[in-house]
């Protein structure tokens, strides 16, 4: 006989499922002994996982019910739980009687909507961890689209004090089973919440502004003060300054203080306050040049909701990036922070591969699991590996057809600066990544933003704490900083460094398929004026980027280009190879195509004959340094040697052929 977490490993099924499946009968020869089941060894799994025959529960009729597994309102989990009773979900696709499945929540960060009307991957035990430690303020940093937003609003039903009974949205999640300790926190507390995920405007006026609405807003969701015989006549004329958006700046930085202390004298109980993507306006005011008045307004705003308030019960913040101590939480010694590098909140954000396999399951592709794995797997979080919930719910909405999902979803407008100003090792390594290898970086997880872009290790950290990089091994150093051995989670992310990552390089962003295809095209075919042709347009196109170029911008403009080759070559860089060290080698995976060998030389105010002269002294260093007799002795159809010379938005190219034919 063997026990449910025996056979849910062997089924690949969630523990509860198999639970569910022995007290349902559907297990044959299941029995009950003592607490637990026993499951005969050669137990079938049920032909039909899902439910066919199962009577829809409404909404109304669950209200009326108490709340016990929903149709439209289960949890990942309890979905599949109900399927196997046959009483809970909304359906099948299986049998002609067969409802139709939950859609996915693309796009919903509401928790309410969430849990009732799609198929809800259950997180609710993020609330028990934290009880359990119950610091006073806790910052959360994970990448975009990785489930923030709506762990934040599922803290806010879970917590506020409403007139309506929101027990009854996390009666059949897992957060209901562990007892007294943990639900009688439940609809206890007045909430402040804000999300500054969409505070990205060019100006420090339109962000005061929007930022303003924001507070507004939430100080309109707290009427009750308006009347409370608790709050002074001076308070309340604060509080209809900021509804009535008659605040001034000053006035604002202070509002959640403020608003909490109004608050806990109303209620006679301290708020939980919760700030989603934080950091979001911060990046945008260093982009757009007013850091200097985000910072200010931000340290003031958030010191007073979090810095020795007396009138705090709890303090959630998300965000991206950790900016560092000293710019925005000074001072904030309560402060606990969890990241991509730790293990505490590891599971909660991003799905894990059970969540996954059960979300599979529910609708009828587990076959379907190897695919999502090499796409959407990878990820690190401490020493837990998890899915992109975003492209996971992407891909099975979409036809389970795999593409970049990730991609499409925003800009990180950082993250183009600095890859931007990026130096020719950084450009090497993110090659090797590109290659499927790993590097060992250092790793910070303080943010300076003013910084990062003369800072080497900064790249690494950003890139890290954005989701573009996995940490397979680290080494806390004494100073707080990490050294690790970094490389790509995945095929998603590995299409997005083509698309983003190495266009920005190359540029900022400017890099277009129509530019990389057109380079592509001329050198598989040994079109020498073509390439030219298409370089040229591209330093037409972004000649302001070329003002202040090194050999180095260069040589990461032309990996750039030839990133979307990497299907037919290996592409190395800066490489030992006959006498010397070659700046780009592209090597074919197949012996029928030519290998390249490429030597970058820059000057800065070269007319077009000294341009012509330093493309010949490149092509020359290839010779004379034998850089391409280990491709010949290989037996690659010939070697194609290029010579490139770069001033400013000008280039010359001298190319030789070393037994080569086109055609093989």
Avoid at 474 to 485: A, N, S, T, V
Avoid at 547 to 573: R, W
Wanted: aromatic share 12%.
């Amino acid at each position: 006989m063997k026990t449910c977490k025996q056979i849910a490993y062997e089924w690949k099924l969630a523990e509860r499922t198999i639970n569910y499946m022995c007290k349902t009968g559907k297990i044959t020869g299941a029995v009950k002994d003592g607490k637990s089941w026993q499951i005969p060894d050669d137990a079938a799994r049920p032909a039909d996982k899902r439910v066919t025959s199962g009577r829809y529960i409404s909404k109304k009729a669950l209200e009326n019910n108490d709340g016990a597994v929903s149709g439209t309102a289960a949890s990942g989990s309890a979905l599949a739980d109900a399927a196997a009773s046959g009483t809970a979900v909304s359906g099948s696709a299986a049998a002609d009687n067969a409802r139709p499945r939950l859609p996915l929540p693309i796009g919903i960060s509401d928790y309410v909507r969430a849990s009732e009307e799609y198929y809800y991957v259950d997180k609710t035990m993020l609330i028990k961890h934290f009880l359990d430690r119950r610091p006073l303020v806790t910052l959360f940093t994970r990448p975009r689209r990785f489930g923030k937003t709506l762990n934040m609003d599922m803290l806010r039903v879970f917590f506020e004090i409403s007139e309506e009974d929101t027990s009854r949205y996390f009666k059949d999640k897992a957060i209901w089973s562990c007892g007294s300790a943990y639900t009688a926190h439940q609809g206890k507390y007045p909430v402040i919440s804000l999300s500054f995920k969409d505070v990205k405007f060019g100006s420090w006026k339109d962000t005061a502004d929007k930022i303003g609405g924001l507070l507004q807003a939430e100080f309109g969701r707290h009427r009750e003060l308006h009347e409370s015989p608790f709050i002074q006549d001076y308070e309340k004329k604060y509080f209809h300054r900021i509804l009535n958006g008659e605040a001034s700046e000053v006035e604002l930085s202070g509002a959640l203080e403020k608003l909490s202390q109004m608050l806990t004298e109303h209620h006679g109980r301290a708020p939980v306050i919760i700030i989603d993507e934080y950091d979001t306006p911060i990046q945008v005011g260093y982009t757009f040049g007013f850091y200097n008045d985000i910072i200010s307004f931000m340290r003031n705003l958030l010191s007073g909701a979090f810095k020795d308030n007396k009138y705090l019960s709890y303090g959630f913040l998300t965000g991206v990036l950790r900016a560092a101590q000293e710019s925005i939480f000074s001072g904030l010694n309560n402060l606990n922070v969890d990241t991509v590098m730790d293990d505490e909140y590891a599971s909660f954000f991003g799905f894990t591969g059970a969540e996954v396999r059960e979300l599979l399951w529910y609708y009828g592709a587990e076959d379907k699991e190897a695919e999502l794995k090499a796409w959407y797997n990878g990820y690190l979080f401490g020493h837990t590996e998890v899915y992109n919930p975003w492209s996971v719910i992407n891909y099975i909405a979409k036809g389970f057809v795999p593409q970049a999902y990730w991609v499409n979803t925003g800009r990180n407008e950082l993250l183009e600066e600095v890859l931007g100003n990026a130096a020719e090792d950084v450009a090497e390594k993110l090659f090797l990544l590109l290659q499927g290898r790993s590097v060992i970086a250092g790793i910070d997880q303080n943010v300076v933003y003013r910084s990062l872009p003369e800072e080497p290790a900064g790249i690494y950290s950003l890139l890290l704490v954005a989701g573009y990089l996995k940490a397979l091994k680290k080494e806390l150093l004494p100073d707080g900083r990490y050294l690790c051995e970094v490389s790509i989670p995945n095929k998603e992310v590995t299409a997005v460094y083509k698309t983003e990552v190495l266009s920005y390089l190359a540029g900022k962003g400017a890099l277009s398929k129509n530019i990389t295809d057109r380079a592509a095209e001329a050198l598989y075919s040994c079109d020498i004026d073509g390439l030219q042709s298409v370089i040229g347009d591209y330093l037409q196109r972004t000649v302001s980027f070329y003002d202040a170029g090194t050999e180095g911008f260069y040589h990461g403009l032309m990996l750039g280009l030839i990133a979307l080759m990497d299907d037919h070559y290996v592409i190395s860089s800066n490489r030992e190879a006959g006498g010397g060290r070659y700046d780009i080698a592209m090597t074919p995976r197949n012996r029928s195509l030519p290998g390249i060998i490429m030597e970058i030389k820059w000057k800065r105010g070269l007319k077009a004959d000294a341009l012509e002269k330093l493309a010949s002294e490149g092509l020359d260093q290839i010779n004379a340094m034998g850089y391409f007799m280990e491709m010949l002795s290989a037996g690659y159809t010939g070697v194609l040697k290029l010579g490139m010379a770069f001033s400013g938005k000008k280039l010359a190219i001298r190319a030789e052929k070393d037994n080569y034919y086109q055609g093989g």
